[in-house]
Protein backbone atom coordinates (compact mmCIF):
# COMPACT_ATOMS: atom_id res chain seq x y z
CA UNK A 1 0.00 0.00 0.00
CA UNK A 2 1.60 3.35 -1.16
CA UNK A 3 1.63 6.39 1.40
CA UNK A 4 -1.29 7.97 -0.56
CA UNK A 5 -3.17 4.66 -0.12
CA UNK A 6 -2.96 4.51 3.62
CA UNK A 7 -3.95 8.12 3.96
CA UNK A 8 -6.97 8.01 1.95
CA UNK A 9 -8.27 4.72 3.84
CA UNK A 10 -7.48 6.60 7.27
CA UNK A 11 -9.51 9.45 6.47
CA UNK A 12 -12.83 8.45 5.38
CA UNK A 13 -15.72 9.97 6.56
CA UNK A 14 -19.16 8.82 6.44
CA UNK A 15 -22.30 10.76 6.40
CA UNK A 16 -26.17 9.87 7.27
CA UNK A 17 -27.52 9.66 3.63
CA UNK A 18 -30.25 11.85 2.87
CA UNK A 19 -31.33 10.21 -0.11
CA UNK A 20 -31.08 13.78 -2.55
CA UNK A 21 -27.21 13.25 -3.46
CA UNK A 22 -28.39 10.80 -6.63
CA UNK A 23 -31.21 13.19 -7.43
CA UNK A 24 -28.79 16.31 -7.51
CA UNK A 25 -26.09 14.41 -9.48
CA UNK A 26 -28.89 13.77 -12.29
CA UNK A 27 -29.92 17.56 -12.21
CA UNK A 28 -26.16 18.46 -12.58
CA UNK A 29 -25.10 16.56 -15.87
CA UNK A 30 -28.54 17.36 -17.45
CA UNK A 31 -27.65 20.84 -17.11
CA UNK A 32 -24.17 21.00 -17.76
CA UNK A 33 -22.70 22.81 -20.71
CA UNK A 34 -20.09 21.14 -23.21
CA UNK A 35 -16.99 21.39 -21.54
CA UNK A 36 -16.23 23.48 -24.89
CA UNK A 37 -18.72 25.91 -24.48
CA UNK A 38 -17.33 29.46 -24.83
CA UNK A 39 -16.26 31.05 -21.83
CA UNK A 40 -18.83 33.76 -21.59
CA UNK A 41 -21.63 31.45 -21.59
CA UNK A 42 -19.58 29.29 -18.38
CA UNK A 43 -19.74 32.51 -16.75
CA UNK A 44 -22.96 33.39 -17.81
CA UNK A 45 -24.42 29.69 -16.55
CA UNK A 46 -22.35 30.09 -13.39
CA UNK A 47 -23.56 33.35 -12.05
CA UNK A 48 -27.08 32.42 -12.79
CA UNK A 49 -27.15 28.82 -11.34
CA UNK A 50 -26.28 30.18 -8.40
CA UNK A 51 -28.12 33.33 -7.84
CA UNK A 52 -31.25 30.65 -7.55
CA UNK A 53 -29.12 29.46 -3.88
CA UNK A 54 -31.08 30.77 -1.07
CA UNK A 55 -29.31 33.09 2.00
CA UNK A 56 -29.62 33.30 5.19
CA UNK A 57 -31.57 35.25 7.18
CA UNK A 58 -29.77 38.47 8.75
CA UNK A 59 -26.57 38.10 6.88
CA UNK A 60 -25.39 41.61 5.44
CA UNK A 61 -22.94 42.30 2.18
CA UNK A 62 -21.04 45.12 1.72
CA UNK A 63 -18.44 45.42 -1.04
CA UNK A 64 -14.91 46.70 -0.21
CA UNK A 65 -11.81 47.97 -1.89
CA UNK A 66 -9.34 45.25 0.04
CA UNK A 67 -6.39 47.04 -0.70
CA UNK A 68 -6.87 47.48 -4.67
CA UNK A 69 -8.74 44.23 -5.09
CA UNK A 70 -12.85 43.64 -5.13
CA UNK A 71 -13.89 41.85 -2.20
CA UNK A 72 -17.28 41.75 -0.06
CA UNK A 73 -17.78 41.28 3.69
CA UNK A 74 -20.11 38.57 4.05
CA UNK A 75 -20.95 39.54 8.45
CA UNK A 76 -23.76 37.61 10.33
CA UNK A 77 -26.06 38.98 12.82
CA UNK A 78 -24.03 37.76 15.15
CA UNK A 79 -20.42 38.66 14.57
CA UNK A 80 -19.42 42.23 15.73
CA UNK A 81 -15.91 43.71 15.04
CA UNK A 82 -13.97 41.38 17.10
CA UNK A 83 -15.32 38.14 15.07
CA UNK A 84 -12.74 36.25 13.55
CA UNK A 85 -12.34 36.30 9.96
CA UNK A 86 -12.38 34.19 7.01
CA UNK A 87 -10.20 35.14 3.93
CA UNK A 88 -12.24 33.46 1.22
CA UNK A 89 -10.98 32.40 -1.99
CA UNK A 90 -14.00 31.29 -5.00
CA UNK A 91 -14.02 28.45 -7.04
CA UNK A 92 -14.12 28.59 -10.84
CA UNK A 93 -10.90 27.10 -12.83
CA UNK A 94 -9.42 30.48 -12.22
CA UNK A 95 -11.36 31.56 -15.28
CA UNK A 96 -15.36 31.63 -13.88
CA UNK A 97 -16.96 32.73 -10.53
CA UNK A 98 -17.59 35.99 -8.47
CA UNK A 99 -18.29 37.29 -4.91
CA UNK A 100 -21.63 36.71 -6.29
CA UNK A 101 -21.13 32.82 -7.03
CA UNK A 102 -19.90 32.22 -3.92
CA UNK A 103 -22.19 33.83 -1.54
CA UNK A 104 -24.66 31.87 -0.79
CA UNK A 105 -21.44 29.23 0.43
CA UNK A 106 -19.84 31.77 2.33
CA UNK A 107 -22.34 33.19 3.73
CA UNK A 108 -23.68 29.73 5.36
CA UNK A 109 -19.97 29.43 6.58
CA UNK A 110 -19.95 32.78 8.41
CA UNK A 111 -23.55 32.06 10.04
CA UNK A 112 -21.85 28.51 11.35
CA UNK A 113 -18.82 29.93 12.22
CA UNK A 114 -19.88 33.06 14.17
CA UNK A 115 -17.69 34.90 11.57
CA UNK A 116 -17.00 37.55 9.17
CA UNK A 117 -16.06 36.42 6.05
CA UNK A 118 -14.08 38.43 3.50
CA UNK A 119 -14.58 37.06 0.58
CA UNK A 120 -12.32 37.70 -2.81
CA UNK A 121 -12.94 38.69 -6.23
CA UNK A 122 -9.48 38.00 -7.47
CA UNK A 123 -9.16 38.87 -11.33
CA UNK A 124 -9.49 35.77 -13.67
CA UNK A 125 -7.94 33.95 -16.57
CA UNK A 126 -7.04 33.85 -19.22
CA UNK A 127 -7.98 37.95 -18.94
CA UNK A 128 -5.26 38.10 -16.24
CA UNK A 129 -3.61 34.26 -15.64
CA UNK A 130 -0.98 33.28 -13.01
CA UNK A 131 0.14 34.97 -10.59
CA UNK A 132 -3.20 37.75 -10.76
CA UNK A 133 -5.32 35.94 -8.62
CA UNK A 134 -2.15 34.59 -6.25
CA UNK A 135 -1.36 38.62 -6.31
CA UNK A 136 -4.93 39.86 -5.35
CA UNK A 137 -5.06 37.00 -2.03
CA UNK A 138 -2.18 38.21 -0.86
CA UNK A 139 -2.96 41.72 -1.41
CA UNK A 140 -6.45 41.30 0.46
CA UNK A 141 -4.70 39.52 3.63
CA UNK A 142 -1.78 42.31 3.75
CA UNK A 143 -4.78 44.82 3.74
CA UNK A 144 -6.12 42.98 6.62
CA UNK A 145 -3.46 43.34 8.30
CA UNK A 146 -3.27 46.92 7.76
CA UNK A 147 -6.47 47.37 9.43
CA UNK A 148 -5.03 46.05 12.59
CA UNK A 149 -6.82 42.90 11.97
CA UNK A 150 -4.81 40.37 14.17
CA UNK A 151 -3.20 37.41 11.88
CA UNK A 152 -4.25 35.06 14.51
CA UNK A 153 -7.84 35.88 14.08
CA UNK A 154 -7.90 34.93 10.10
CA UNK A 155 -7.70 32.06 8.86
CA UNK A 156 -7.43 31.48 4.95
CA UNK A 157 -10.12 29.53 2.69
CA UNK A 158 -11.66 28.83 -0.46
CA UNK A 159 -13.28 26.03 -2.92
CA UNK A 160 -11.78 24.28 -6.12
CA UNK A 161 -9.41 26.77 -7.59
CA UNK A 162 -9.91 28.55 -4.52
CA UNK A 163 -9.14 25.67 -2.20
CA UNK A 164 -5.44 25.28 -4.34
CA UNK A 165 -5.05 29.55 -3.92
CA UNK A 166 -5.73 29.29 -0.21
CA UNK A 167 -2.11 27.29 0.26
CA UNK A 168 -0.51 29.13 -3.04
CA UNK A 169 -1.35 32.05 -1.29
CA UNK A 170 -0.34 31.07 2.16
CA UNK A 171 3.38 30.48 0.64
CA UNK A 172 3.27 33.92 -1.28
CA UNK A 173 2.56 35.07 2.18
CA UNK A 174 4.93 33.27 3.84
CA UNK A 175 7.42 34.20 0.86
CA UNK A 176 7.06 37.80 1.11
CA UNK A 177 7.54 37.94 5.05
CA UNK A 178 3.87 38.18 5.94
CA UNK A 179 2.17 36.64 9.35
CA UNK A 180 0.77 33.09 9.13
CA UNK A 181 -3.13 33.10 10.09
CA UNK A 182 -4.81 30.86 12.33
CA UNK A 183 -5.15 28.35 9.79
CA UNK A 184 -6.18 27.77 6.23
CA UNK A 185 -9.29 25.49 4.62
CA UNK A 186 -9.47 23.34 1.94
CA UNK A 187 -12.38 22.73 -0.07
CA UNK A 188 -12.08 19.89 -2.90
CA UNK A 189 -8.89 21.29 -3.44
CA UNK A 190 -7.26 21.94 -7.30
CA UNK A 191 -4.07 21.18 -6.37
CA UNK A 192 -2.39 19.88 -9.53
CA UNK A 193 -2.25 21.94 -12.75
CA UNK A 194 -0.13 18.92 -14.55
CA UNK A 195 -3.39 17.35 -14.33
CA UNK A 196 -1.73 13.76 -12.95
CA UNK A 197 -4.01 12.37 -10.43
CA UNK A 198 -5.36 9.34 -10.89
CA UNK A 199 -8.82 10.09 -9.01
CA UNK A 200 -9.37 12.21 -12.95
CA UNK A 201 -9.90 8.63 -14.46
CA UNK A 202 -11.28 6.57 -11.53
CA UNK A 203 -13.87 8.89 -10.39
CA UNK A 204 -14.54 9.73 -14.08
CA UNK A 205 -18.33 8.43 -14.38
CA UNK A 206 -19.51 9.54 -10.36
CA UNK A 207 -18.18 13.85 -11.44
CA UNK A 208 -21.02 14.97 -12.02
CA UNK A 209 -19.64 18.56 -13.33
CA UNK A 210 -15.49 17.80 -13.49
CA UNK A 211 -13.31 16.39 -16.01
CA UNK A 212 -10.15 16.25 -17.39
CA UNK A 213 -11.10 18.16 -20.52
CA UNK A 214 -12.97 21.11 -18.68
CA UNK A 215 -9.62 21.16 -16.24
CA UNK A 216 -7.26 21.65 -18.98
CA UNK A 217 -8.96 24.29 -20.41
CA UNK A 218 -8.76 26.14 -17.31
CA UNK A 219 -5.53 25.02 -16.56
CA UNK A 220 -4.17 26.47 -20.04
CA UNK A 221 -5.88 29.73 -19.38
CA UNK A 222 -4.70 30.36 -16.10
CA UNK A 223 -0.94 29.24 -16.72
CA UNK A 224 -0.09 30.89 -19.71
CA UNK A 225 3.17 29.22 -20.08
CA UNK A 226 4.04 29.15 -16.69
CA UNK A 227 5.44 25.45 -15.74
CA UNK A 228 2.34 23.93 -13.75
CA UNK A 229 4.98 22.04 -11.49
CA UNK A 230 5.55 25.55 -9.71
CA UNK A 231 4.32 25.58 -6.39
CA UNK A 232 2.84 28.85 -6.03
CA UNK A 233 0.53 27.10 -9.22
CA UNK A 234 0.39 23.64 -7.89
CA UNK A 235 0.85 23.29 -4.12
CA UNK A 236 1.26 19.90 -3.90
CA UNK A 237 4.79 19.94 -5.41
CA UNK A 238 6.07 22.64 -2.76
CA UNK A 239 7.33 22.76 0.65
CA UNK A 240 4.86 23.64 2.71
CA UNK A 241 6.76 24.35 6.30
CA UNK A 242 6.00 26.88 7.90
CA UNK A 243 2.15 26.91 7.01
CA UNK A 244 -0.86 27.07 9.26
CA UNK A 245 -2.62 23.77 10.39
CA UNK A 246 -4.80 22.55 7.11
CA UNK A 247 -8.39 21.28 7.24
CA UNK A 248 -8.79 19.68 3.55
CA UNK A 249 -12.02 18.10 2.78
CA UNK A 250 -12.93 16.32 -0.50
CA UNK A 251 -15.58 13.36 -1.39
CA UNK A 252 -15.01 10.13 -3.03
CA UNK A 253 -17.06 10.26 -6.05
CA UNK A 254 -15.17 13.91 -7.37
CA UNK A 255 -12.49 13.53 -10.13
CA UNK A 256 -9.64 15.43 -7.98
CA UNK A 257 -10.03 13.42 -5.18
CA UNK A 258 -6.31 12.68 -5.09
CA UNK A 259 -5.45 16.17 -5.50
CA UNK A 260 -6.99 16.52 -1.98
CA UNK A 261 -4.86 13.21 -0.94
CA UNK A 262 -1.89 14.59 -2.21
CA UNK A 263 -1.98 17.47 -0.62
CA UNK A 264 -2.28 16.39 2.84
CA UNK A 265 0.62 13.96 1.92
CA UNK A 266 2.69 17.32 0.95
CA UNK A 267 1.55 19.37 4.06
CA UNK A 268 2.88 16.10 6.49
CA UNK A 269 6.28 15.44 4.66
CA UNK A 270 6.45 19.41 5.12
CA UNK A 271 5.74 18.79 9.55
CA UNK A 272 2.55 21.08 8.71
CA UNK A 273 -0.44 20.07 10.57
CA UNK A 274 -3.34 18.90 8.48
CA UNK A 275 -6.57 17.06 8.75
CA UNK A 276 -7.44 15.37 5.77
CA UNK A 277 -11.41 13.92 5.40
CA UNK A 278 -12.70 12.41 2.44
CA UNK A 279 -15.80 12.13 2.80
CA UNK A 280 -17.89 8.96 1.02
CA UNK A 281 -19.97 9.70 -1.90
CA UNK A 282 -19.61 13.38 -2.19
CA UNK A 283 -19.30 15.58 -5.06
CA UNK A 284 -17.07 17.97 -5.83
CA UNK A 285 -17.91 20.99 -3.70
CA UNK A 286 -20.88 19.20 -2.39
CA UNK A 287 -21.03 21.85 0.82
CA UNK A 288 -22.75 24.70 -1.92
CA UNK A 289 -25.52 22.47 -1.64
CA UNK A 290 -26.44 23.61 1.84
CA UNK A 291 -29.16 24.13 2.73
CA UNK A 292 -30.91 21.60 0.31
CA UNK A 293 -28.52 18.97 0.66
CA UNK A 294 -28.17 18.11 4.51
CA UNK A 295 -24.64 16.38 3.86
CA UNK A 296 -23.78 19.78 2.79
CA UNK A 297 -25.43 21.47 6.14
CA UNK A 298 -23.50 18.89 8.28
CA UNK A 299 -20.14 18.99 6.62
CA UNK A 300 -20.42 23.26 7.35
CA UNK A 301 -20.62 22.19 10.94
CA UNK A 302 -17.70 20.61 10.60
CA UNK A 303 -15.63 22.95 9.00
CA UNK A 304 -17.05 25.93 11.39
CA UNK A 305 -16.38 23.95 14.65
CA UNK A 306 -12.69 23.09 13.57
CA UNK A 307 -12.07 26.78 12.48
CA UNK A 308 -13.20 28.44 16.03
CA UNK A 309 -10.96 25.22 17.50
CA UNK A 310 -8.27 27.10 15.78
CA UNK A 311 -9.16 30.70 16.41
CA UNK A 312 -9.37 29.29 20.21
CA UNK A 313 -6.44 27.60 20.30
CA UNK A 314 -4.71 30.96 19.13
CA UNK A 315 -2.31 31.98 21.73
CA UNK A 316 -3.08 35.86 23.28
Known sequence: MTAIDSVREASIVR????????RLCEVLRANALPPDAPLAAQRERFEAVTAKAPLP???TYSAVDAGGVRAEWVEPPDAG???PTLLYFHGGGYGMGSVNTIRPLVSQLAVAASARVLSVDYRLAPEHPWPAAVEDAVAAFRW?????VEPLTVAFGGDSAGGGLT???LLAAKDR??????AGVCISPWADLTLSSPSLERNATTDPEVNRVALARWAEYYL???DPRNPLVSPVFGDLSGLPPLLIQAGTAEAIEDDAVRLAVAAQESGVPVTLELYEGMIHVWHAFAPKLPEATATIERVAAWLQGRWSAAPG
Open 167 to 169: VTS
Open 81 to 83: SAA
Open 224 to 226: AGT
Open 144 to 148: LLEQG
Open 177 to 182: GLPMPA
Open 57 to 59: AGV
Open 15 to 22: LEPSGKLA
